[in-house]
């Protein structure tokens, strides 16, 4: 059932700790949290193998990702093994408060330092409060990349929706 409700796909990654490359992960379920402080939230599973990285850092940064970079967020969504390899070919600079890789061509992103993590069953749920934070309007124009039904669509703000059609 909760896969009728599309989503924003993110990609949150975080800088490399005593000599490991940087860990990334692909996100579905990243929201604003607050605005003073400015905080923002993602869920990630326990049996996460990347999470552990990410916690260890303890800063990440969300990489929105737009529409055309469904490739992109399969990579990042692997697990296991396959890990290691994440980031071959993905151009990304270090964000400006925390070093977590901020990956290039992506319509915005926010850099974080964790805040908090409280459990949640079996995922936890990460606060992190914002370091920094920027868009790429080059970028953006193209619209979001959407999750929805265990696929990968785009969102066309000027479509043939009319509110004004759905009233009673």
């Known amino acids: ?35 003073d402080p400015p905080l923002v939230v993602f869920m990630v599973g326990r049996t996460s193998t990347t999470w552990p990285r990410v916690a260890r850092a303890g800063v990440f940064c969300v990489n929105i990702l737009g529409s055309g970079q469904g490739a992109l967020c399969r990579g990042f969504a692997v ?5 290691a390899d ?25 850099d974080c330092v964790i805040h908090a993590v409280h459990t949640a069953g079996d995922h936890l749920i990460v606060v992190g409060r914002v370091a920094a934070l920027g868009t790429d ?4 124009s193209a619209g979001p990349l959407l999750f929805h039904r265990s696929g990968f669509g785009t969102f066309d703000a000027f479509g043939t929706y009319d509110e004004r059609a759905s009233r009673p």
Do not use: Y
Not at 20 to 25: H, K, L, M, R
Not at 79 to 83: E, H, L, W
Not at 137 to 140: G, L, M, P, R
């Open 1 to 35: 059932m909760l896969g009728h409700f599309a989503s924003g796909v993110t990609v949150i990654t975080a800088p490399g700790a005593d000599g490991e490359p940087p860990a990334g992960f692909a996100c579905q379920s990243f929201a604003s949290l607050s605005l």
């Open 86 to 110: 994440k980031f071959t070919g993905v151009p990304h600079t270090p964000a400006p408060a925390t070093g977590s890789p901020r990956i290039e061509d992506v319509p915005a992103w926010v």
């Open 79 to 83: 697990s296991g093994a396959q890990t």
């Open 137 to 140: 309007e080059n970028a953006a």
